[in-house]
């Protein structure tokens, strides 16, 4: 039963986001579901990028690291590697993660950390004012697209059940309760777990009332352990709420605990009696 | 003053090409006659051997072999070998010199030169020094008529096959032959060679017969050019490169997280400490870049782990906004750059100390750091154990500069004692009531105590972007005025406690010599020679760049008619550096940029040259 409640996880700054903007559900939604789970905020390490979204940990009471852009995955797996009993939330937005960030994501999702990763994409920059992003759909007019954006959009969730992420799902700022429950899965699943959380810019790309049309629950018979089907749904078209896929396998933490419990124990003295050279010393091991 | 003597006779001409610096041997140079049928030659305390071949010849693991033999018998030994920057083919050279006194350097002239095949003899001819003799396979190498009487035909490939059925053991043939003529006993390479081909019957037993035939190949010329023989001592010394000394030594500062990506000169660093880390109950991790492989790093110091990475130039290019970020967030990080000749992707395989611009002051805004130089393989050892105390001590990141000479260079040095080493903790908010937690507290020595995960007093949020006292956002113009100068004055007390290097006078009257890195050895080894010569001559190497401690350069060179910069680079960035730091105007920049170390000879040279112009 949890004791913590919602509120307990807000820290004394207020989030410095735009009116109706989505990254306020998203957040909500953290608060809910930290508490639901009852996590520890001085076990919890939140760890962002640079955008709107990406302030988010300034608004959480719990550890943060508000990194550079693009950089929060390969931080978090720092964090999650050195200290494998705190919960390891990233998160930030889909230029951050997409473009800037890119490079770790499908390494990220291959190594299966264990740490959950929460993009807030609303398909633009907004901090810098409304560029197009890499989930920008095509011909999409913004200020460094005036003709329309010549790009296809990248899809985050294809890519990420391609390159081994074990639990892809996605949720949207404008249904809280899917995305609490959600979030809560993600961190209680072993292993990297991605939410791409749809989360309107209402500034600069509003794409509010559209997407409340758009979305629709992943139907209750699908196979999320299926990788193939899972792959099938994330490329179709429309906005699938829910869980994608889903795996269980081991985690890099598991992994690296594996190397160490195999690791003969060893110490700086012996390490340095491989490098003898003492007139007449014994042969010892190949240093 | 102006009688001082040239290291090796008269002043060469100088070649156009190194009017940057030094003077390079050019062919017709005129060189004394030796002759190694005429009797034997003087005694040496020390002994160059350059062994030069095709890669996969087995040029490097001979040339290791005998390093290993001669450390393991006493001997002190300093290693200089070039890499093709291909894996397959290409020439390849490893050169060793032995002595029995500690080697400052690893020598100009080659004293035994041996040549595998003809290209060997091409490239390496002009380095043989004036009393210098050649071995050279009987079938593969023609050797010019005005050196056969200094040189000596091995039967390399001919007895190899006779033995082994293969020139595979040609290397070991050679091995033979040159113990002959340094008067160097083989028992020490059998051992080496049992222990190495232990699993694989009777390839041991054909090494060793290679062994000797290639010593009774040059049998006749035994002590022909004998080496003073060591000193027993009883001392534990060890044999090891820049690149372990620094694996190692990170181990004895306590490092328990490391993250790299491949990179020539570094990658010994990641695959040493791959194995040995989780002896220790560490982790290594290869990252997909260098930029993942610093902010894993930060990531883990975050939580409290000592961590580190380890890279060469164009892996800190890409880390530079993670240094910035290190440096404002006041996490503690240790970076080594194995410096290699840039800039862009440049000269993989071979040496420059190009990168100390970069080193201090790389990334954007004026960030923190700590820049550490060490002067040789033993004080890689001791400076990463510095590089972890300022790191912790201050919350900054540290970058340590080796180069790739240092770095991959073999020596003997002495075993250093880990229990005698200080090793510094971070101030943690261990102990703080919550409401009096501020992780960026202002504070007298600039140093705030760090909230480490688990802690529940000590939450906060690192972040890049300009804070106030709790880490939240803010960029008043009191904020951060204040806060760059808590992150760079916490700084201002390594200048006047950073370990130097020094050698000779302390004030010195005719010549100060600063530098900085790898160049210390020789120049150490040159401030010996010009002080016979009655100069009196000092070397000063701060061991920390920056913050500079240009009160002490101040005073060491207060005295000094001249003042001689020597650094492996093109613009001399020392040199500005002096003269940015110091109220030095005059010195002399001897900025080389060739890719390879400076010998002792060409700094003496280089003395000498300046007086007689």
Known sequence: MSTRKPNDYKSELKP?????????????????SMADMDLDPAK????????????????????????????????????????????????????????????????ASRRNIDVTYLVMDNEIYGLTKGQASPTSLFEQKAPSTPFGNPEDPLNPLALAIAA????????????????????????????????DAMSPCTTFNNTQESWKDAVTDVAPDHDPTDRVKAFDLALRGGFSLGILYRQERTTQTERYKAILEQAKPSDVNVMLDGFNARKGAAIGKPA | MASIPAANGPARPRCPESSRGLPIRHPGDARPGCNLYGGTLSARNSVVVRLAGESGEGVISCGDILTQAAARGGYYTQTFRTFPAEIKGGPCMYQFRLSDEPIWSHGQDVDLLVCFNQEAWDLNWDSLGPEGVILYDSVEVTIPDEYLDRARPVRMDELAKEIGGSTRAKNMVAAGAITAVIDFDTTPIEELVLR???????????????????????????????????????????????NQAIAVGAVAAGVNYFAGYPITPASDILEWLSVRLPQVGGLTIQCEDEIASLASVVGASYTGAKAMTATSGPGISLMNELIGYAGTAEIPVVIVDAQRGGPSTGLPTKTEQSDLNQALYGSHGEAPRVVIAPVSVEDCFYSIVDAFNYAEEFQVPVL????????????????????????????????????DYKRYEYTESGVSPMGLPGEPNGMYVATGIEHDEYGHPGYTPEIHLGMQTKRLGKLEPIRETSRVATHGEAQPEDIAFIGFGSTFGPVREAVDRLAEQGLSVGAFYPRVL??????????????????????VNYTGQLARLIKAETNINELESVAKCDGLPFTAEAIIDLAAQEVAA
Request: overall charge neutral; charged content about 20%; glycine content about 12%.
């Open chain 1, 44 to 107: 919890t390490v939140i760890v962002s990028g640079i955008g709107c979204s990406s302030r988010l940990p300034h608004f959480a009471s719990t550890y943060g690291v508000h990194t550079l852009h693009g950089r929060p995955l390969p931080v978090a797996m720092g964090v999650k590697l050195a200290n494998p009993d705190l919960t390891v939330i990233a998160v930030g937005g889909d230029g951050d993660g997409f473009a800037i960030g890119a490079g770790h994501f499908p390494h």
């Open chain 1, 164 to 195: 081994g992420a074990s639990f892809v799902a996605r949720g949207a700022s404008f249904n809280t309760k899917a995305l609490t429950e959600l979030i809560t899965q993600a961190v209680e699943h072993k292993g990297f777990s991605y939410i």
């Open chain 2, 546 to 567: 920056g913050p500079f401690p240009a009160s002490r350069v101040e005073t060491f060179v207060a005295n000094a008619k001249r003042i001689i910069v020597p650094e």
């Open chain 2, 400 to 435: 340590l500069l080796t180069d790739q000479g240092l770095a991959t260079r073999l020596e003997v040095i002495h075993r250093p004692d880990p229990e005698k080493l200080n090793i510094v903790q971070r101030k943690t908010s261990a102990g703080i009531a919550r409401e």
């Open chain 1, 16 to 32: 410095i986001w735009c009116p109706g903007c989505g990254d306020f559900g998203v957040l909500a939604s953290l608060y809910r």
């Open chain 2, 196 to 242: 190495r081909y232990a699993h694989k019957e009777g390839v041991a037993d054909a090494n060793i017969a290679a062994l000797h035939a290639g010593a009774e190949e040059s049998a006749d010329l035994k002590g022909r050019y004998p080496l003073v023989p060591p000193v027993e001592v009883e001392e534990d010394r060890m044999l090891i490169s820049g």
